[in-house]
């Protein structure tokens, strides 16, 4: 049930992201913008519109939310992938966008995509009322800013030239910004495009970011490149403190059930309802990529 929804939200994201991209020029920034939103789990998007669906917002509205996201999310890791950040040369499975075209043109594409984020929550078709339309658009550069996935990114470019590894209380504060800032977002959105009580999703998800971001932990170390669509190993080689170098395999593997468990008892309040977001984080330590 769960994977049939994941891949029918993905569709819908994907069918109007080319929508919205359509028409326009063939500039390879152009061109660089439909290649880097194209593929992906589109987990972020799922939680948009599950989050609206669990509020009876229409998929027609929530649509938009949910490419909002996958732009901002598709423009970090473009700019991630650069050689002055994480340097490399493939993502899901392709190369990345600084290998086909070239540094500017990824450079560019980020920065395109991380406006086409706003203008798609600011659309009008998003939500009639302009109050809704600004509150998700200011929670989103707030999650996505200074206080959210950039402070969280810049916390682990520091952390390479540290002195000493992080600590597992910094690497959360850490991951709570970089991974899981947009991933509660995400999960809020529904409510706040129903203006209804955002609480138990906000619960739900910060627990969830962070267990998505052991589970990553965990593929780096486990996963096959081939499957996981990037390389694996680089955390090690780096020698650079993650989840499982604090905690173990096991202990990662450990703490990433807890929280999955923490996450399904913050969704108690909606009962059967909430059944679908229930199984995507049993899927998020699942799942092989």
């Known amino acids: 049930m769960f994977k049939d929804v994941l891949t029918s939200d993905a569709a819908r994201v994907q069918a109007h992201l080319q929508t919205v991209l359509a028409g326009q020029t063939t500039l390879p920034v152009i061109e660089g913008m439909r290649y880097a939103v194209a593929g992906g789990k589109r987990l972020r998007g799922f939680l948009v519109m599950e989050s609206a669906r ?8 929530s649509v938009w939310a949910a490419s909002a996201i996958e732009a901002i999310h598709a423009y970090s890791l473009v700019h991630d992938d650069l050689p002055c950040m994480d ?13 086909k075209w070239d540094e500017g043109t990824a450079v560019l594409v980020g920065d395109a995509l991380q406006t086409l984020g706003f203008e798609l929550v600011l659309d009008p078709a998003c939500h009639g009322d302009a109050s809704v339309r600004a509150d998700l ?8 800013g ?7 990114q810049a916390l682990d470019i520091a952390a390479e030239s540290a002195d000493a590894p992080l600590t597992l209380a910094q690497i959360t504060d850490l991951q709570a910004g970089k991974t899981g800032a947009l991933i509660v977002w995400s999960a809020e959105a529904g409510a706040r495009l129903a203006q209804a009580d955002r609480a138990p999703l906000t619960r739900y998800a910060t627990a969830l970011g962070l267990a998505f971001q052991i589970a990553d932990d965990i593929l780096d170390i486990e996963g096959d490149e081939t499957t996981v669509g990037k390389a694996v ?23 990433a059930r807890d929280l999955v468990a923490e996450a399904c008892d913050a969704l108690s309040p909606y009962g059967a309802r909430a059944n679908t977001l229930n199984d995507a984080a049993q899927f998020v330590i699942s799942r092989d990529t």
């Not at 658009?137 to 996505?144: C, E, H, Y």
């Not at 200074?146 to 969280?152: E, N």
Request: charged fraction near 30%; charge should be positive; avoid cysteine.
């Open 54 to 61: 669990l509020h009876g917002v229409p998929e027609a509205q």
């Open 87 to 99: 340097d490399d040369d493939l993502r899901r499975g392709q190369p990345t966008v600084h290998r």
């Open 137 to 144: 658009a200011l929670s989103l550069a707030q999650a996505s």
């Open 146 to 152: 200074r206080a959210g996935m950039v402070m969280g």
């Open 233 to 255: 190993g680089k955390d090690a080689d780096r020698g650079k403190a993650t989840f499982v170098s604090l905690l173990g395999l096991d202990g990662a593997k450990r703490r």
